[in-house]
């Protein structure tokens, strides 16, 4: 078969809105300073490895996993402080959790509402499910716009809301008293996310059995364990009794519990190494911000979010930065409020030295 008779069946066959799309961009980083994906920096000991691979010598991979997690859901539990009384879904990282939710809670053309610029699945998922994503901007100082998100919520009834906090890619950091605007006035779900918590102040995990709409989501990606692939979601057992009816049988293989239970019994080396990325990101906040031309925005997470507003602009530095093998995120075309920005996460001192000495180099020659 040729290719246009297989471009043919693919425009008969495909979505329209899919064939639309662009998959998403995973940059190769062989070689590379890794500044783009929020991820840690700092490899796990060779004591956790090695007990990791023992571990890993036991798994019974000819056998489905068990259907019983509860001893899986005690740690988690108790590792990450989830409530007496809340239940826990576990998912192949948050990206199947957030499809679950939208497909436990949303018929087709049902509303997921979020702060818009946010975490860019929130979007994808709700179109991949049928349902209708309405995007709420944010100010122009990237805050959230409180009355906005009210309107919006009136005006389109949302099934779900998705809040990250903190929310990326800006970092910001929303309110007690706004997110409980929010939550009094959402018909539905309201998911928090979590996913930067350990970098940031608060929980809203203790709140889970007293708000009668919210769900907590986490992920252990970026304390350490980004390849992985395990999110959580903790709420009140009703609710995710009802999510847990579409999650796939099997979703979590047996060698990601394995090695899970086993790290988590070393959580005060992931929970150190956060401690230091949080301790390092002050420092280079305020040596970006020295840099000309550069506006920093306030982050609760490990990452920075950096706009580029002279010459070069975001789209040059970034360009050259990765000339120079030093990998940031671009969002200057991501969203009208983001031009100029680029996203940079909290490396190693050696990593956020070299990304400096970088940008002071491309900044001075080029400006």
Same mark, same amino acid.
């Given at each position: 078969?040729?290719?246009?008779?297989?471009?043919?069946?693919?425009?008969?066959?495909?979505?329209?809105?899919?064939?639309?799309?662009?998959?998403?961009?995973?940059?190769?980083?062989?070689?590379?300073?890794?500044?783009?994906a929020?991820?840690?920096?700092?490899?796990?000991?060779?004591?956790?490895?090695?007990?990791?691979?023992?571990t890993?010598r036991?798994?019974?991979?000819?056998?489905?996993p068990?259907?019983?997690?509860q001893a899986?859901?005690a740690?988690?539990?108790?590792?990450?402080?989830?409530?007496?009384?809340a239940?826990?879904?576990?998912g192949?990282?948050?990206?199947?959790?957030?499809?679950l939710l939208?497909?436990a809670?949303?018929?087709?053309?049902?509303?997921?509402l979020s702060?818009?610029p946010?975490?860019?699945?929130?979007?994808?998922?709700?179109r991949?499910?049928? $349902?209708r994503f309405?995007? +709420?901007?944010?100010?122009? !100082?990237?805050?959230?716009?409180?009355? %906005?998100? &009210?309107? /919006?919520?009136?005006?389109?009834?949302?099934?779900?809301?998705?809040?990250?906090?903190p929310?990326?890619?800006?970092?910001?950091?929303?309110t007690?008293?706004?997110?409980?605007?929010i939550?009094?006035a959402?018909?539905?779900?309201?998911?928090?996310?979590?996913?930067?918590?350990?970098?940031?102040?608060?929980?809203?995990?203790?709140?889970?059995l007293?708000?009668?709409?919210?769900?907590?989501?986490?992920?252990?990606?970026?304390?350490?364990l980004?390849?992985l692939?395990?999110?959580?979601?903790?709420?009140?057992?009703?609710?995710?009794?009802?999510?847990?009816?579409?999650?796939?049988?099997?979703?979590?293989d047996?060698l990601?519990? $394995?090695v899970?239970?086993? +790290?988590l019994?070393?959580? !005060?080396?992931?929970?150190?190494?956060a %401690?230091r &990325?949080? /301790?390092d990101?002050a420092?280079l906040?305020?040596?970006?911000?020295?840099?000309p031309?550069?506006?920093?925005?306030?982050?609760?997470?490990?990452f920075?979010?950096?706009?580029?507003?002279?010459?070069p602009?975001?789209?040059?530095?970034?360009?050259a930065?990765?000339?120079?093998?030093?990998?940031?995120?671009?969002?200057s075309?991501a969203?009208?409020?983001l031009?100029?920005?680029l996203?940079i996460?909290?490396?190693?001192?050696?990593?956020?030295?070299?990304l400096?000495?970088?940008?002071?180099d491309?900044?001075s020659?080029?400006?």
């Amino acid at each position: 078969m040729n290719d246009s008779a297989v471009a043919a069946r693919i425009a008969r066959t495909v979505r329209a809105d899919i064939r639309a799309l662009t998959a998403y961009p995973v940059a190769q980083a062989a070689g590379c300073i890794k500044l783009d994906a929020m991820e840690c920096p700092y490899p796990l000991p060779d004591t956790v490895r090695d007990a990791i691979a023992a571990t890993a010598r036991e798994a019974e991979l000819n056998r489905y996993p068990a259907s019983d997690q509860q001893a899986l859901k005690a740690e988690v539990a108790a590792a990450f402080g989830v409530p007496a009384g809340a239940g826990l879904l576990f998912g192949n990282g948050s990206d199947e959790l957030i499809h679950l939710l939208i497909q436990a809670c949303c018929e087709p053309g049902d509303t997921v509402l979020s702060p818009w610029p946010s975490f860019v699945y929130f979007d994808m998922a709700a179109r991949f499910d049928h $349902a209708r994503f309405e995007a +709420v901007p944010l100010t122009s !100082d990237l805050e959230l716009d409180l009355p %906005a998100m &009210l309107a /919006a919520i009136e005006r389109t009834q949302p099934k779900v809301v998705f809040l990250a906090v903190p929310n990326n890619p800006t970092g910001g950091t929303w309110t007690e008293p706004q997110i409980r605007a929010i939550l009094a006035a959402a018909p539905g779900l309201v998911v928090i996310d979590e996913a930067y918590q350990p970098f940031a102040d608060g929980t809203w995990m203790p709140e889970l059995l007293a708000q009668p709409n919210l769900v907590v989501m986490r992920t252990v990606s970026k304390i350490g364990l980004a390849g992985l692939r395990f999110g959580y979601l903790a709420g009140h057992p009703a609710w995710i009794a009802e999510i847990d009816k579409v999650r796939p049988p099997y979703n979590l293989d047996v060698l990601s519990q $394995a090695v899970l239970r086993t +790290v988590l019994r070393h959580k !005060d080396v992931l929970d150190a190494q956060a %401690a230091r &990325l949080r /301790a390092d990101r002050a420092p280079l906040a305020r040596a970006l911000a020295a840099l000309p031309g550069v506006q920093v925005y306030p982050s609760g997470g490990n990452f920075i979010l950096a706009r580029f507003s002279g010459q070069p602009d975001g789209n040059a530095v970034h360009l050259a930065l990765k000339t120079r093998k030093i990998l940031v995120r671009n969002f200057s075309a991501a969203h009208p409020l983001l031009a100029g920005c680029l996203r940079i996460s909290v490396g190693t001192p050696d990593e956020n030295a070299a990304l400096l000495a970088a940008l002071q180099d491309i900044l001075s020659s080029e400006s």
